[in-house]
């Protein structure tokens, strides 16, 4: 297992070197997300592992509040250059929450669940789970196992394999969301393309 130092030096280095690696447009995940917790009268959403803000404006602008989590001391600075000094953002890593004792009427965690390893994936559903308010929702984004990388790189374990000089990304498949997510109030699971076949897992507080 990685340890939580080395994953935040890896990530310190990659937006020190890389910048705004993902540009400024929203991802076609958020975007969607945006338009559903609109839908569903939604608030104030908390975003893990909200890098740089990418995907924070779209909501901003939609009316929503914004509180973000980031392990990357220089992707907070970032996000607050490009963004304003106003959304809160948690310095850390997810798997150290709650940072604070606020319910959220949602909460989007964009690519990232698939990063971590099984215990650190339950542990962040369950986390985030824990944070929503009654008949919340969460929606998580996740690499699927049609993307052409899966099964390249190092394996580590079953659907799991390291690339990119030191990236290590569990594949999903529908089994595999419904094993994980399915007592966390899984229900719909939709496909969607962004740079690699996604997921888009939705989740509600107390059911579906």
């Not at 606020?102 to 990232?112: E, N, P, S, T, W």
């Amino acid at each position: 297992m990685i340890d939580q130092t080395e994953k935040s030096e890896f990530w310190e280095s990659s937006f020190i070197e890389k910048k705004e690696m993902w540009g400024f447009a929203p991802s076609r995940s958020a975007v969607l997300t945006k338009d559903f917790f609109l839908q569903k009268s939604v608030k104030n959403i908390l975003i893990p592992g909200i890098g740089y803000g990418r995907n924070a404006q779209v909501f901003i602008e939609a009316g929503i509040a914004v509180t973000g989590i980031e392990i990357s001391a220089t992707a907070i600075g970032m996000a607050r250059k490009h963004y304003g000094a106003a959304m809160p953002i948690y310095h850390g890593s997810v798997t150290d929450m709650p940072f604070d004792d606020c319910r959220y009427d949602g909460i989007f965690c964009y690519a990232l669940i698939h990063l971590l390893d099984s215990s650190e994936r339950e542990r962040l559903i369950r986390d985030c789970y824990n944070q929503l308010s009654e008949k919340g929702y969460m929606v998580f984004t996740a690499i699927s196992k049609q993307a052409p990388t899966y099964g390249k790189g190092e394996f580590i374990s079953k659907d799991r394999y390291e690339m990119f000089g030191g990236v290590r990304m569990f594949f999903y498949d529908k089994a595999s969301i419904q094993a994980e997510f399915g007592k966390a109030g899984l229900f719909e699971i939709t496909e969607v393309d962004e740079n690699y076949p996604f997921f888009l897992i939705k989740c509600r507080k107390d059911g579906g």
